[in-house]
């Protein structure tokens, strides 16, 4: 089992920054791949960004490439964000696999089997 917990959220006018971090605990070993994904309710929840246990590679989804970087100390993942946008306010999820991934199946969240419990991201315009 891999607990997770994801914190940093808030209220931020646009333009403005936020860092999120996502903490691991329990079986971190078996990890492959941790993303951070986020939903609103009653939407399909959406693929922001993920990166590999080694930090060897990133991805993001096209609509936060160049605002967004992500990066990991230990068992903590960090969402950089940057240049926020009104349509970036959402619950912010993280996520860990334990599966082998590759550059197709980082984005879906079914390869995904252990998920925090989210965390509020809310910018004013």
């Known amino acids: 089992q891999v607990q997770l917990v994801e914190s940093g959220g808030g209220l931020v006018q646009a333009g403005g920054s936020l860092r999120l971090a996502c903490a691991a605990s329990?079986?971190?070993?078996?990890?492959?791949?941790v993303g951070w994904f986020r939903q609103t309710t009653g939407k399909e929840r959406q693929f922001v960004a993920a990166i590999s246990t080694t930090a060897e590679s990133t991805y993001f989804a096209d609509s936060v490439k160049g605002r967004f970087t992500i990066s990991r100390v230990k068992n903590t993942v960090y969402l950089h964000m940057n240049n926020l946008k009104p349509e970036d306010t959402d619950v912010y999820y993280c996520?860990?696999?334990?599966?082998?991934?590759?550059?197709?199946?980082?984005?879906?969240?079914?390869?995904?089997?252990?998920w925090g419990q989210g965390t509020q991201v809310t910018v004013s315009s």
């Open positions: 996520a860990h696999s334990t599966s082998s991934f590759n550059s197709l199946s980082v984005p879906t969240p079914r390869l995904y089997n252990y």
């Open positions: 329990g079986r971190t070993f078996s990890t492959y791949i």
